[in-house]
């Protein structure tokens, strides 16, 4: 009942602005039943985009390359082995981005992986990151 709901409520939204999209989970994490319900929603609403963010490798594998939901995997420097734990998969997801979120105070001088956004702390360029600019 749950993706009746969101469905039901989604569909509002898109009659009111055709441009409208889902953004899953803005803080947080997907988790299986989640995963589940975009699945399922995608199928009902296929035309809709659906963005959502993960740090988890088998769950951004569960989505790849369903149509309309892009997967943004977000990596900081605790979590860049997750990159190499996707590589396997990715040259078959065409629906996959990462990012890379600085900590406090990390100078950031190289970047062992490739990165579609670049997150500095508070969003604020450093001095020190300048190079990133």
Known sequence: ???DKLELECRKLISRDQEFY???NGVGDLFQQSVDTLVELNQRLPDMPIWCVTRIPRFATQLANIENIWVHFSLDRSSLDRHH???GHLLDMKNLFFSYQCEPNEVLEELSVNVGVLFFDGYKIKESNHAWS
């Open 85 to 87: 734990q996707m590589s």
């Open 22 to 24: 889902l953004r899953w």
């Open 1 to 3: 009942s749950f993706v």
